[in-house]
């Protein structure tokens, strides 16, 4: 490729100076170092460029860890000053209960108005919040109503009731109607329905229509003597 060992040096300081311009630092230290690395390497046989390149790459990481261990530093603060401030917070209350223990009256004082500022402050809200007036007129008012199942389960029990009652009138009615104490037309023995004669014909018409006259007249009886 090369006519001449002369040739391939003459192009191989060529790209060595031209990666030197564009890879060479503003840093004078890093510089510094940069040029004793280069005549190292140069001593050992290594290519200028090649010195440079593995230079950068130091820097860089050197670059990284520092700041890296700046974040750390950093995070390490503000933990530090979170830790002193949790510390001087449970000093503070500490110290706060000593007092109170040992009867300190501007402590006391201190602490009674901070719990009668908390109250006060809460009895302004509760005035001044009307929704939640009408939010405890509401509960009170539900709390105030039945439940629909026991309304139903006492309606239920009143028409039993009722009805043992009605039935206990029922039979103490019959018991009487059957003893002769109550006379009904029709029911009682002995005692012609209003209007009979001795007509046969009549005889069998009232025949046809004895079941209901006898309920009409038990009726009306019964509900008379209720």
């Known amino acids: 490729m090369?006519?001449?060992?002369?040739?391939k040096q003459q192009a191989i300081n060529t790209v060595d100076n031209l990666l030197t311009t564009y890879l060479q630092t503003t840093d004078k230290k890093i510089a510094k170092s940069k040029q004793k690395a280069v005549k190292k390497g140069r001593k050992n046989?290594?290519?200028?460029?090649?010195?440079?390149?593995?230079?950068?790459?130091?820097?860089?990481?050197?670059?990284?860890?520092?700041?890296?261990?700046?974040k750390f530093k950093e995070k390490e603060r503000k933990l530090r000053n979170k830790e002193l401030k949790r510390?001087?917070?449970?000093?503070?209350?500490?110290q706060r209960q000593s007092k109170l223990e040992n009867g300190d009256e501007n402590e006391i004082n201190t602490v009674?108005?901070?719990k009668v500022s908390k109250i006060t402050a809460v009895d302004?809200?509760?005035?001044?919040?009307?929704?939640?007036?009408?939010?405890?007129?509401?509960?009170?008012s539900f709390s105030t109503k039945q439940p629909t199942k026991e309304i139903l389960k006492e309606i239920?029990?009143?028409?039993?009731?009722?009805?043992?009652?009605r039935n206990a009138k029922l039979e103490d009615f019959n018991r009487k109607i059957s003893r002769g104490h109550i006379a009904v037309a029709g029911l009682t023995p002995g005692l012609a329905q209003p209007g009979d004669d001795d007509t046969d014909s009549d005889e069998d018409d009232d025949d046809e229509v004895d079941d209901g006259s006898n309920l009409d007249n038990f009726k009306?009886?019964?509900?008379?003597?209720?």
């Open 112 to 114: 009674l108005e901070e």
């Open 2 to 7: 090369f006519s001449s060992k002369k040739s």
């Open 124 to 140: 302004k809200y509760l005035n001044d919040d009307e929704d939640l007036h009408e939010l405890q007129e509401d509960v009170l």
């Open 156 to 165: 239920t029990q009143k028409e039993q009731l009722a009805a043992k009652r």
């Open 220 to 226: 009306d009886d019964f509900d008379d003597y209720n």
């Open 87 to 94: 510390y001087k917070v449970i000093e503070e209350k500490i």
């Open 45 to 70: 046989g290594q290519h200028e460029a090649t010195t440079i390149l593995n230079m950068n790459a130091q820097v860089g990481n050197f670059k990284q860890n520092k700041a890296d261990l700046k």
